[in-house]
C-alpha cells in the first residue's frame, strides 16, 4: 500500500487539520486523520463482529448505512478503517482510500443552509478539491460519542511551517504490502 498525494492546502496557517478522505458510495467522505487508528484490508479484518487489530479491538459499524450510502461489493480497493480515541473505537468499511489532505481550519466550508436536520449531527463541514468535494465527518458521531458546539475546534492540529505543499500519501493500491500502513504490526 502507498498513498498516491498528499496536499495541503491554502497559505501557510499555523493550524490545519489532516483528513483521511475515503469513499462510501458515490461520495467523498473526510475523517480527521488523528482519529484513524489503522486502515487494513477486509480480509485481514476477518468476519467477526469485532475487529482485533494490534492488540485493540474495533467494534464493527455499518457506517455506509448510517450515512445513508450504498456501499459497492467489496473488491481489491475496499478498506476497513480502524478509527477511535481514548474512550471508543468502531472498525467501518470504505470502498476505497483516496489519500491524506491537510486543510487550513479557514478553507473547511460551512454545511449549506438546505441542511438542516440530523446532518448536521454527522458532518462538521465540506473540503473542497480539484477532483471531489469531500463531507468532513463529525468524530464524535462516528463513533456514537456526545459532541460539543464547536467540532471543528477540537480538531485543529498544528500543521507544520516545515512540511512541502505536497508531499507522499497514503493511498492504497493491491500491488504493494499491506503491512505499509502499519508500524511493527501495530496499527498507528
Known amino acids: ?11 501557510t496557517l499555523p493550524h490545519a ?4 478522505v475515503a469513499k ?10 488523528d482519529w484513524v487508528r489503522g486502515i487494513v484490508t477486509p480480509t485481514e479484518a476477518g468476519t467477526d463482529l469485532v475487529v482485533t487489530w494490534a492488540g485493540a479491538t474495533y467494534e464493527r459499524t455499518d457506517l455506509g448505512a448510517r450515512l445513508g450510502c450504498g456501499r459497492h461489493p467489496n473488491d481489491t480497493d475496499s478498506r476497513m478503517i480502524l478509527y477511535g480515541n481514548n ?29 438542516r436536520g440530523s446532518e448536521r449531527q454527522r458532518l462538521i463541514g465540506l473540503s ?17 460519542l456526545p459532541s460539543g458546539k464547536d467540532d471543528l475546534a477540537a480538531l485543529a492540529q498544528p500543521v507544520s511551517q516545515y512540511r512541502s505543499p505536497e508531499t507522499a500519501v497514503l493511498q492504497l493500491t493491491a500491488s504493494e504490502p499491506e503491512s505499509a500502513l502499519s508500524t511493527g504490526g501495530k496499527a498507528r
Request: proline share 8%; net charge positive; glycine share 6%.
Open 24 to 33: 462510501i458510495g458515490p461520495s467523498c467522505f473526510a475523517f480527521p486523520a
Open 128 to 144: 473542497l478539491h480539484d477532483s471531489y468535494i469531500a463531507l468532513i465527518t463529525n468524530p464524535f458521531w462516528v463513533l456514537g
Open 1 to 11: 500500500m502507498a498513498l498516491r498525494t498528499h496536499k495541503t492546502t491554502g497559505s
Open 87 to 115: 474512550d471508543r473505537t468502531r472498525a467501518f468499511s470504505v470502498d476505497s482510500v483516496v489519500g491524506l489532505v491537510d486543510v487550513l481550519r479557514h478553507d473547511i466550508r460551512p454545511l449549506p443552509p438546505h441542511f
Open 17 to 20: 487539520v489532516r483528513l483521511l
